[in-house]
């Protein structure tokens, strides 16, 4: 599932930038011992109202642009669904023009640990 996920929002964030953006994929631990995952591009954007859409099963942003690129707009709902089934949080900050940014938080107890698997492997 969360294959799913990073495929989801990386494969957005290549499809709405232009040639010669950029996309940048961080993971990290939090602090709470959680997993932060954050996909950044520096593609078209969406203001707040594009957001709810995108979010919405089947829905697209109203942008030209955006209706000119093929999709069925489930890409976020999905990943959103995922995370929220692992308990987990998803943020969008995005600003038109300059790019979006999907960040996702998933608990501690979500995360396998080395010791943790090991003990499953015994």
Known sequence: MIRQVLLN???NAIKYSAAGGSVTMRLALSRDGGL?????DTGIGMNH????????AYGRAADAYVRRIEGTGLGLPVTKAIITRHDGQMAIDSVPGKGTTVTCWFPP???VTKA???TVAS
């Open 9 to 11: 929002l990386l494969s």
């Open 36 to 40: 932060t995952v954050s996909v950044n």
């Open 49 to 56: 109202e594009d957001i709810g859409a995108a979010l919405t």
């Open 109 to 111: 107890e979500r995360l």
């Open 116 to 118: 943790a698997s090991e």
